[in-house]
């Protein structure tokens, strides 16, 4: 009978899944949980790939000819970046509720830098002026079909202080970096399963920074939890991956995991009691409305009190 593939660098079943009845608030324990595939693929890989032939016919037509091929490949390779750049930051909006446009269009950037790359290749190979317009327009607009626009306006933060949202963004970003290199720096572990725990409490995390982008007002409780926490939790990261892979101390690992579960746990009730204030703050709103409406005499009468036919 076949059996599930198991060992001692594969990550336990509780590691890779978590049931779908999950209560909200409970610890998220499956880190591919909600995750969406990155634009950020073998299209964008190709955009660095494809100039490189340009480097074969840069020499050998004296030195005009090198200075303008050379320069069409800066061009185009540079096009490649900013895509890249853009895609990602797109990305990173559109996992907000809550997010401003990005500051500068680098997908459109990427398509004019494109355009003029193409455009000074044709012009180095010595076709005039008409064929390397043609190849400015139709590098750009296909390049701007194929990754589109950027995103051009902010999102969800109509009716929130615009002071207190970008606190949360400056408080978010910096503990997505403690993040990163919290995740950056258990993989010199070598344990897969520890990686899967740490991506695990980074889910959590995360969780925490979407309600408080929701809701900025509950940053001054959550301060702690973003800065403090999170720059400990990276710190006893790097020691203890730094520990473990020369020496397999098993009671090092122990005190690490235990570690992670009591911070996973301290951020699920603090995101608990997040949401409880939104429910409490909408309770609140709700018996205020209906109380104006019954002084008004606008509240709609019960079954209980219709007559009956």
């Known amino acids: 009978m076949a059996q599930r593939y198991g060992g001692k660098y594969s990550p336990d079943d509780a590691a890779r899944t978590a049931p779908d009845d999950v209560p909200e608030g409970a610890p ?69 509720r809550i997010a401003r446009r990005p500051t500068f269009p680098r997908k459109m950037a990427g398509s004019v830098l494109t355009g003029l790359g193409l455009g000074l290749a044709g012009y180095a190979a010595g076709e005039g002026v008409a064929g390397p317009l043609i190849y400015v327009a139709i590098g750009a607009v296909l390049h701007f079909l194929a990754f589109g626009p950027d995103p051009m306006k902010n999102k969800g933060i109509d009716g929130i202080d615009a002071f207190q949202s970008d606190r949360v963004a400056r408080a978010v ?23 899967a725990r740490v991506a695990g409490f980074a889910t959590t995390a995360r969780t925490m920074f979407r309600t408080l982008e929701d809701d900025p007002r509950d940053l001054t409780q959550a301060r702690k939890y973003l800065s403090v926490y999170l720059r400990g939790a990276r710190d006893a990261t790097v020691k203890f991956a730094d520990l473990y892979s020369h020496r397999r101390d098993a009671s090092a690992r122990a005190d690490y995991e235990t570690l992670l579960g009591d911070l996973q746990s301290n951020f699920t009730a603090r995101i608990a009691k997040m949401r409880q204030g939104d429910r409490a703050d909408l309770t609140v709103e709700i018996e205020v409305l209906r109380d104006r409406l019954a002084r008004e005499g606008l509240t709609v009468p019960t079954a209980e009190a219709e007559p009956q036919g």
């Not at 091929?69 to 895509?83: D, F």
């Not at 970003?173 to 990686?195: P, T, V, W």
């Open 173 to 195: 970003s910096e503990a997505e970096a403690h993040l990163s290199a919290m995740q950056n720096a258990i993989l010199r572990a070598g344990d897969r399963a520890l990686e």
């Open 28 to 96: 998220v324990r499956d880190s591919y949980r909600g995750a969406k595939r990155s634009r950020i693929g073998a299209r964008v890989r190709m955009l660095f790939i494809a100039p490189l032939p340009l480097m074969a016919s840069a020499f050998g037509d004296g030195p005009q000819t090198l200075a303008l091929t050379l320069s069409a490949l800066g061009l185009l390779l540079l096009a490649a970046w900013m895509t890249r750049e853009g895609l990602a930051a797109q990305e990173a909006y559109e996992a907000r």
